[in-house]
Structure formats: C-alpha cells, structure tokens
C-alpha cells in the first residue's frame, strides 16, 4: 500500500480513486490507515464479504487472502482485474497508470 500512497496524486490527476480493502479487524485497519497516513480510502473486511464478492483467493499456505488489484469504471464496471499469485505479486503503479491512460484514450475515442 505504500508505493499506492507514493502516487496517490498521479492516480487522481488521473480522474480514479484508489480503495484499498483488508481483512483486517476494523480497530486495527484503522489504527493502520493514522499510522501511515494513508491519503485514499481503506475500509476492513473482516468477515471477508467483498473480497468473497470479487473472488479474491485465500491461500493459507502462501499467508492467507491473496492481493487482488481491480480498475472499476465509474458505471461499476469491471475494466481489468489482477488476481495474485503470491503476496509480492502487485502490480507496480506504472502499470497501473498506464492502464487507467489506455483506458482514458478508450473513453475519448468518439
């Protein structure tokens, strides 16, 4: 979630929000979100409802819920989904943004 916050500007300059969601208690997830100063949006999901929702894995052998990275557009639509193989697999932000910039030149095209 860090190199997110490092970015976060490029992202919205971009027209997208960044929402990041964790398995974590919500007193914890919290006190994460003030500790590090988290600039986007981070809601806990404890009992695992969205993540199931958008069928993100869970793999106790490789340290539970996998990452999982989804580009939604404003309509609610599903643009690019990057499920995880292991907890280091995270699409760097470069990458990212050159999607949301494909995407924005989709969207302009008449």
């Known amino acids: 979630m860090a190199q997110l916050r490092q970015e976060y500007d490029e992202f919205t ?3 997208a929000e960044v929402i990041a969601i964790g398995p974590e208690e919500p007193e914890a997830f919290t006190e994460y979100w003030r500790e590090h100063e988290m600039p986007f949006i981070g809601a806990a ?6 993540g199931d929702l958008y069928y993100q ?7 539970g819920r996998m990452p999982a990275m989804m580009i939604i557009d404003k309509q609610g639509t599903i643009r690019r989904a990057h499920y995880a193989g292991s907890m280091q ?16 030149a989709e969207e302009a095209q008449p």
């Open 57 to 63: 894995e869970v793999n106790l052998l490789k340290l």
């Open 13 to 15: 300059r971009r027209g």
């Open 45 to 50: 999901d404890p009992t695992h409802t969205v």
């Open 89 to 104: 697999d995270i699409p760097h932000n470069d990458e990212v943004l050159a999607l949301l910039d494909e995407l924005i």
